[in-house]
């Protein structure tokens, strides 16, 4: 089991920028897909991008060209570097963990944060 814990979020003006970390302890694997979702109040949870464990990325359409997802896997953490950032992209940000290599949006994913709040004021 993998244990993920969030953290970077806050209040930030629209343009600003956040990145947000997602500390991975426990059964943890380089080769572990890994990658963020949001929840916005009303909506139903979405991707925001994803990480496959030998590198590949995906992008939702919303974030493309200012978000970019990242690892460190030496020290296990899942980063999503947040730029331009709009109203629109006020939510609660999860960090998830599968135990396959490459992501897959039809998963039951095996482990998830308890998210991170990220809001942009205009």
């Known amino acids: 089991q993998v244990q993920l814990v969030e953290s970077g979020g806050g209040l930030v003006q629209a343009g600003g920028s956040l990145r947000l970390s997602c500390a991975a302890s426990?059964?943890?694997?380089?080769?572990?897909?890994m990658g963020w979702y949001r929840q916005a109040p009303g909506k139903q949870r979405e991707l925001v991008a994803a990480?496959?464990?030998?590198?590949?990325?995906n992008y939702a359409e919303s974030g493309k060209g200012r978000f970019t997802i990242s690892r460190d896997n030496t020290k296990n953490i899942l980063y999503l570097q947040m730029n331009s950032l709009k109203p629109e992209d006020t939510a609660v940000y999860y960090c998830?963990?599968?135990?396959?290599?490459?992501?897959?949006?039809?998963?039951?994913?095996?482990?998830w944060g308890q998210g991170t709040q990220v809001t942009v004021s205009s």
């Open positions: 998830f963990s599968d135990s396959v290599v490459h992501f897959r949006p039809d998963r039951q994913f095996s482990s």
């Open positions: 990480i496959d464990g030998v590198g590949g990325t």
């Open positions: 426990g059964s943890t694997s380089r080769f572990n897909a």
